[in-house]
């Protein structure tokens, strides 16, 4: 049974611990608001932010003037300034996106204008500039354009670094607390599986739950959650040597298509692919489709073909009925609703906790921190000096991706310690490699269950 809440008083109750909630904590905690951040799972980025392309995106291709649009940029120029200063990898290696037949080709001009307009540069490249910057290109390329400022990172340490810097300035992370009612009377009581709780702000992040969170607080919500199934195939790391950029299809209404790019692990991705459905709790992995997506990847990189598969996988984006993001404030209960946040909510995370603050500053006094602690992120990327090239490491624990006792131990004893080996998994890269945890997932249990 989860445990009683340790105090039930804030200034802020964040619904969800996904990549925007942890963002919005992280910016509460800094401008001085007493935050708490309510996760109905075990750990943290377990909806919809466990499973993404990793991308830091432009925005390039967003609508222009959209809200969405404006929180990508604003997120994206936050990323580079603090990156460093949290030890987060930023591999800037640049887009292409690529037109494959006549009609593709005859939209790259609207789309290179709409870049422009979002303020992103671009740069047009004929077939054989294309294929000069990628080699191993798969036949019938027409032409392209360079976007030169799109990114890879990682998706889990990001947001991990921004929920560890709000609870090491002071914020709560409330795991196994799921919210099952409330009601305003000049401030929030919140009904939680761990218990009553008061707040003068709530702001809902929850993902793909939060149109139910919407209705159920306030008793009606403007949008509808579509789930929208996105499946990939993760290749062994000798095939990130064939594509040095990331590789994008000409985007439709519906999706961004496509992609294939190197991964901030070492592996190189496919996918992903864009399918509705009803179920928000389980994204099955269907062998037909994942075979058509191999098959696209090979079209794109014909070398994949020889490449072996490390893994599948398949996450769920809380899609509406609405191409732009749906945030809203509700000024007389104290109330945001952070909603419809698609594919990009990586890219966007810190540019959108700067909206939503601004939707609210009003509501709290507080004088934000001086002197914030600045967290040191563990590395567990490739471009940057990991455990397992350090002494006194302990050993390795997980040969396939290299991850030491000393993480891990590091990773147990952290403000945000994982309490599930999925959670432990997205902290240090265990179990990700060519065995699947086949080999470590056994001393893994018991590093755990000694944590």
Known sequence: MPAALPDTSYDAAI??????GCAIARRLTLEGWKVAVLEKARDVLDGASKANSAILHTGFDAPVGSLEQKCIAAGYAEYRAIHQRLNLPL????????????????????????ARANGVAVKALTAAQTRALEPALGPGVVASFRVSGESLIDPWSAPHAYL???????ASLLRDCAVTGGHFDGGWVLETTRGMLQARVVI????LYGDQIDQMLTGATPFQIKPRKGQFIVY????????????????????KGVVVCRTAYGNLLVGPTAEEQDNRETAALVPETLDALRRRGEEILPELAGQDITAMYAGLRPATQFKDYQISKDAAKNYVCVGGIRSTGLSSALGTAHYVHDLCADMVASTPIPDPTWPQMPNITQNLPRSCDLPDNGGIVCHCELVTRAEIAAALASPIAPQTLAGLKRMTRVTMGRCQGNYCAGELAAMMAGS
């Open 91 to 114: 591999i800037k290696s640049g887009a292409l996106v690529i037109a494959w037949t006549d009609e593709q080709q005859a939209a790259l001009p609207a789309l290179m204008d709409q």
């Open 236 to 255: 062994d790391k000798p095939a990130a040597a064939l594509a040095s950029h990331i590789l994008l299809p000409v985007p439709t209404p519906v999706t």
């Open 204 to 207: 809902n992040a929850a993902g």
């Open 15 to 20: 619904i969800g611990a996904g990549v925007i």
């Open 164 to 170: 560890w810097q709000a609870v090491e300035n002071g």
